[in-house]
């Protein structure tokens, strides 16, 4: 039997991670803090499978992820009957869009990946999950894992090594 | 600086081979370098984004789930006292409905020296010896009073 301090206590480790998930799928800090409150409603409901599962993160971060492609469907979608332009979700509150400033150039150039690798960098190299778990999260082998985020990489560092040839980053 | 350790993490951690241990070695190596090759230092800014984005904090107050919850039982309590209401409602009208001319063949139940029986027959054969052995005991009595009434008259003459 789940406690309301036990949820209480696993919302309170998790809630940065399912935010920062959500964030890097959406690009955007309002819809990530409504899937945030989204997940955990479903975690409380389903409290006593997910919170007794072999992997409670991994399975919430699951759910953190589809929920996340669901309303970023529903956004495309939107964005498509009001011929919005692509790209406005990028304009996020992060104040730190100075091209001069290396990482909010990096923050860029991942925000820029495609989501398949932008999710896959985020939930290694910012949230320090195994390949495996990341591997249960997407619903996919380790192997298509190890490509994207190698891939992102591999991008990413291209990016930034024209960025210093160019010397964008000698401030 | 063990440049043969760093070019082996690094070339490894492009390739998406490093485990995490090994990734934050590479983290730690890179960070603290006084100077670095152009693609050494790509990387190093890039881990140094990544690492800033981790820092991130979620301001979001979660929410306390117990009004949500006295919500769920205050909705569960009203749909128990209505599915009472409609209950004790059929019940009544089925107790107030007068009932039916088609009558079922009544189920004969009766005790004898404790044991159920359901058996007509037996319930039948059951009464009849018990009414007649009433009606043997009603006979003596009979018997006995008529004989007291005759002493009681000869006794007064």
Redesign the interface.
């Known amino acids: 039997m789940v406690t ?1 301090t036990e ?2 206590s696993f ?2 480790r998790l ?2 991670t ?3 998930l959500a964030r890097s799928i959406l690009t955007d800090s309002h819809l ?2 409504d899937v ?2 989204d997940v ?2 479903r975690v ?1 409901l389903q409290r006593e499978s997910i919170l007794h599962s072999q992997h409670p993160r991994a399975y919430t971060c699951r759910i953190a992820h589809n929920l996340a492609i669901d309303k970023l469907r529903h956004r495309e979608r939107e964005r498509s009957l009001t011929l919005e332009p692509r790209g406005a979700e990028h304009s996020d509150g992060d104040a730190d869009t100075s091209t001069t400033d ?6 860029r150039f ?1 925000s820029a990946l495609p989501d398949k690798q932008r999710i896959a ?2 939930l ?5 999950y ?2 495996e778990e990341i591997a249960q999260i997407l619903e996919t082998d380790e192997a298509s ?3 994207n ?2 891939r992102a ?2 991008r ?2 291209e990016q ?2 024209n960025a ?2 160019y010397g964008l ?1 000698e401030s | 600086m063990d440049w043969e350790r760093v070019k082996i993490l690094h070339d490894r951690y492009l390739k998406a081979e490093t485990s995490l241990d090994e990734e934050r070695e590479l983290y730690t190596l890179l960070s603290t370098a006084e100077s670095l090759p152009r693609e050494l230092q790509a990387t190093k800014t890039m881990l140094e984004a990544l690492h800033s984005i981790a820092q991130d904090r979620c301001d979001l107050t979660i929410r306390h789930q117990e009004p949500r919850r006295r919500s769920i039982s205050l909705r569960r309590i009203a749909s128990i006292a209505a599915s009472v209401v409609v209950v004790a409602g059929i019940t009544l009208a089925m107790l107030l409905t007068p009932i039916e001319s088609e009558v079922t063949e009544p189920m004969i139940v009766c005790h004898i020296n404790g044991t159920m029986v359901d058996d007509q027959l037996i319930a039948q054969a059951e009464v009849q010896r018990i009414l007649g052995g009433v009606s043997k005991n009603m006979h003596t009595a009979k018997e006995r009073i008529d004989n007291i009434t005759r002493i009681t008259s000869n006794k007064q003459l």
């Open positions: 309301e949820y209480i919302v309170t809630k940065d399912v935010f920062r990530a803090e945030t409150q955990f409603a409380w290396m990482a909010a150039l990096t923050k991942i960098i985020h290694r190299d910012v949230e320090g195994e390949i894992v190890r490509v985020i190698s990489r591999k990413i560092k930034l090594l210093l040839n980053g």
